[in-house]
């Protein structure tokens, strides 16, 4: 019997692809441009991320994140 082999049975890595491609410093720079009324589209332009990926990046800064206590440890 003759079977296909499995394929992507691991866990995905897709998120730690695309913040690979920015620092730290990048990071902080989009969450308070976002935070300061820059629209999702300019900023996936600037760091040409997609907008999802920025998004998320959002999304999980203000899920996991607390600036009083620390600077994005999360991230």
């Not at 760091?47 to 999304?59: C, D, M, P």
Request: hydrophobic share 35%.
């Amino acid at each position: 019997m003759n079977c296909t082999p499995k394929v992507r049975q691991e866990k995905s890595n897709f998120w730690g692809v695309i913040f690979m491609k920015l620092s730290y410093e990048d990071k902080i720079q989009i969450y308070h441009l976002r935070k300061n009324g820059a629209t999702i589209k300019s900023l996936s332009k600037q760091f040409k991320i997609n907008q999802s990926g920025i998004e998320y990046l959002i999304r999980l800064i203000d899920r996991h994140c607390q600036e009083k206590y620390s600077i994005f440890k999360i991230i």
